[in-house]
């Protein structure tokens, strides 16, 4: 069934709310308006082999989930799901009475310490992540093998790249032969102890990812002692893979509005991680979803840039600390009555066809 089929057939629609910004009483001028909601497949799709859990748009932004995997991602606590079924009244669109069996606080768990708080972590990480991507960019041009390499001098070490310029060499005149019982030091020799044979080279091009090895006569003196940290080029390239791919994918009208703060982060995706943070809270203090935010102000703070970063992050541990002590005791139980869950599908099921 796709979306549009679903539209046709609304017959087959439990539930359908306005969801997101609207609802959280966040939006603001230009903010989209999303919607969510739960279906019921048909019934002679049930007995067949086809099975749907979810339903959207091309946008993404209207989401409609089949009402047995809703009632299965309601027993993890999934926050998307407890905020749908909590959704205040003014922003319902429309609901079957069978979604009456189903209430929220049957569903409520110590698991929301995890599904709130934890994802609101993961948000905290990618806002650490964009805060240095922001503050210490990558240069577009990517580093070679060779500014990992050093060699040792004096009682030191100085990058391979000064080296060779102090002695008017060029890394394909060097060749390299590994140093005994040493990870990832070499030997270094110069073409011009050589004859009538010629070395490799530290490195076979710009675009190797690794030193290469050359064949040394006998009696030769090595000329240095070379170092290639290897670990931290293979950091490095892994930072400067993400960091394409962050380039890439990101939604530049967000990024725009992050550089105009000036404040080094994704205020948009921190004020979310205060919401969750709160919303986990009121679970376990009051046993609510409390999707309608009456702390708008402080976290449209938060969206237009008024806090520093590091103030945020200190706010996010006394709160996250608050949030333990509240779980540790909370009467919620552990998680929630699988069959109960079960029971209710069944019922709704039953009852609708």
């Known amino acids: ?30 903010s989209d308006i999303d919607k969510k909601g739960i279906f019921i497949m048909p019934q002679q799709q049930l007995y067949g082999f086809e099975r749907q859990d979810q339903i959207s748009n091309k946008s993404n932004d209207e989401v409609y989930f089949e009402i047995g995997r809703f009632l299965d991602l309601l027993t993890k606590n999934n926050p998307n799901i407890l905020e749908l079924l909590s959704t205040p009244k003014e ?39 964009l805060n240095k991507k922001i503050n210490k960019p990558l240069n577009a041009e990517r580093k070679s093998v060779l500014d990992f390499c050093f060699v040792i001098y004096n009682n030191g070490s100085v ?8 002695n008017s060499f060029n890394q394909d005149e060097c060749g390299l032969v590994n140093l005994d019982h040493f990870r990832n030091v070499y030997l270094l020799y110069h ?33 240095a002692v070379m170092n290639f940290n290897k670990d931290s080029y293979s950091i490095y390239c892994r930072e400067y893979k993400e960091y394409l791919e962050w380039e890439e994918k990101r939604n530049e009208h ?28 009121e679970i376990a203090l009051y ?67």
């Open 287 to 353: 046993q609510q979803v409390i999707v309608k935010r009456n702390d708008r102000d402080f976290l449209l703070k938060i969206r237009n840039g008024e806090f520093e970063f590091d103030d945020l992050m200190q706010m996010v541990e006394g709160k996250m600390e608050q949030i333990k002590v509240a779980y540790e005791k909370s009467t919620l139980p552990n998680q929630p009555d699988l069959k109960k869950a079960e029971q209710l599908l069944v019922s709704i099921r039953m009852g609708f066809y």
């Open 159 to 166: 990058p391979l790249k000064e080296w060779l310029k102090e």
């Open 191 to 223: 073409q011009k102890q050589l004859t009538d044979s010629r070395f490799k080279g530290v490195i076979s091009g710009p675009d190797a990812d690794d030193v290469q090895l050359s064949s040394v006569p006998k009696g030769i003196e090595h000329i």
């Open 254 to 281: 967000r990024y725009q509005s992050t550089l105009s703060h000036g404040k080094s982060y994704d205020a948009k995706n921190m004020m979310h991680t205060f919401r969750l943070l709160s919303m986990a809270e």
């Open 91 to 129: 922003h319902v669109l429309f609901r079957h009475p069978l979604m009456d069996l189903i209430k929220p606080e049957d569903f409520l768990s110590k698991l929301c310490l995890d599904t709130f708080a934890g994802y609101a972590q993961t948000q905290i990480k990618k806002a650490r992540g």
């Open 1 to 30: 069934m796709t979306y549009e089929q679903l539209k046709q057939q609304k017959e087959l629609i439990l539930l359908d709310c306005i969801s997101g910004s609207t609802a959280y009483n966040l939006n603001v001028a230009g």
